[in-house]
């Protein structure tokens, strides 16, 4: 009695950080934040602290956008951030032996300037790892600058004036082709498409190419891919084109817009997606809004039996419409090999 | 997980890093240059440091190119 009365003496006061302590350490990206904000209060008299406050905000910053990414389409960003210091130590030996670019980090006190810098060399280097030598390259780079907006606009907005003013802008203005993908990737995003269906469509191209000899055509489909959504996504007029779908080399996919007007029964729906089924696409997106919703989702019930298609994700999201806030989702199917012979 | 390191030097070794790459005496006289697009480089708009064969190069504050030193190094 006597021992479970010293254990509850000891886990009384315990009982708050027992919590605290797993869920930081299950959520390191967290515990970066706070260890900033912390080595930030000693960095006037501290240069280890200066240092690691710049460092862990960065980490923690980088770390929950590439975590909250991930979540929607899994291994795009397969690696954590690491801000690893180098010190006056270096010698041209050790520089040319490690081979790696040394960024240039300022004082806490231009962490703008020193998130976006880090942000960059981590999209540019560290997302679509796999997919990027088969990716056009404006594709990439629109894509890339894209990813960076959202991650500064989540993890550190005061830092948007000086990406616009310094990055996007010049970006934009010495490419004309390249600003047009970007606005195309802009408005997709708006719409919620370009993380729910491009990016997990050049993810999947990476996986599908398995490190093979780049070649153009496949660049170039990209680009097409990009002009179908494009066209098909952004432009799309309502009632019109609702079973858009994209037949490529390596992309083959079918978006099914589930709209009220075409679904007085799901019926044409099944009818379209069996269709695609039998035409050899990989991948079907069922999209819808609103109300619709609820019509995606009496869909999904009856393709739950379905032999060849399988579930991959489902993803309820927001976009701001005509100034208001509307529910959406989007589920994508991968299609399997067909069972008969041919 | 694996991590993607970023190395970084901080402002306050930046002096002492130049000096051992032996960079010090040619950014003071306005002789250094972006390696790519070959614009005078300076403690105000020097970005990265990066290894380019034998030499030792650095990248201007110009957005496009850092993105090619990054694409390089890919």
């Known amino acids: ?342 | 997980m694996r991590k993607h390191i970023i190395k970084a030097v901080h402002e306050q070794d930046l002096g002492e890093l130049l000096n051992n790459l032996g960079l010090s005496e040619p950014i003071a006289r306005g002789e250094l240059r972006c390696g790519i697009c070959g614009s005078i480089v300076n403690l105000d708009n020097l970005l990265c440091i990066y290894p380019s064969g034998d030499e030792v190069k650095v990248c201007c504050k110009n957005p496009e190119c850092y993105k090619q030193v990054l694409g390089e190094a890919e």
């Not at chain 1, 948007?160 to 003013?165: H, I, M, P, T």
């Not at chain 1, 007029?237 to 994209?246: A, I, M, R, W």
């Not at chain 1, 994700?313 to 959406?328: A, I, K, T, W």
Request: charged fraction near 25%; glycine fraction near 6%.
């Open chain 1, 1 to 342: 009695m006597g021992n479970v009365g010293s254990i509850l003496t000891w886990l009384a006061p315990n009982a708050v950080w027992i919590p605290i302590v797993i869920y930081l350490s299950t959520h390191p990206e967290v515990a970066a934040k706070w260890g900033a904000i912390f080595s930030r209060l000693f960095s006037r008299i501290s240069r280890a602290a200066e240092m690691r406050s710049v460092a862990l905000d960065i980490q923690g910053r980088i770390g929950s956008f590439s975590k909250s990414i991930s979540s929607e389409v899994p291994g795009i960003m397969p690696y954590g951030i690491k801000i690893q210091w180098v010190t006056g130590e270096v010698t041209k030996e050790s520089f040319f032996k490690d081979g790696e670019i040394i960024l240039r980090m300022n004082y806490h006190t231009n962490q703008d300037e020193n998130v976006v810098y880090a942000a960059m060399e981590y999209i540019a280097r560290g997302m679509l790892s796999q997919s990027r030598p088969y990716v056009d390259e404006r594709v990439m780079k629109s894509t890339d600058l894209i990813c960076t907006k959202k991650l500064i606009d989540k993890e550190r907005r005061t830092a948007l004036q000086f990406y616009y003013g310094e990055i996007l802008s010049p970006a934009r203005k010495s490419d004309g082709e390249l600003d047009r993908y970007v606005l195309i990737m802009q408005q997709l995003d708006e719409l919620g498409y370009f993380t729910q269906i491009l990016l997990r469509e050049l993810q999947r191209l990476g996986v599908t190419m398995q490190f093979s000899i780049p070649e153009e055509g496949v660049k170039e489909e990209t680009k097409q891919f990009v002009e179908f959504l494009d066209e098909k996504i952004n432009r799309k007029k309502p009632g019109v084109d609702v079973y858009p779908e994209f037949l490529g080399e390596k992309i083959k996919t079918s978006i099914v817009y589930v709209a009220r007007a075409e679904a007085e029964t799901i019926e044409p729906h099944l009818v379209w997606i069996n269709r695609c089924v039998d035409k050899g696409v990989d991948t079907i997106y069922l999209c819808g809004r609103g109300y619709n919703v609820f019509l995606v989702k009496d869909l999904e019930k009856r393709l739950q039996s379905h032999s060849r298609l399988t579930k991959v994700f489902e993803n309820e999201f927001r976009v701001s419409l005509g100034g208001r806030r509307v529910n959406c989702i989007c589920v994508r199917y991968d299609v399997g090999e067909s069972d008969v012979e041919p």
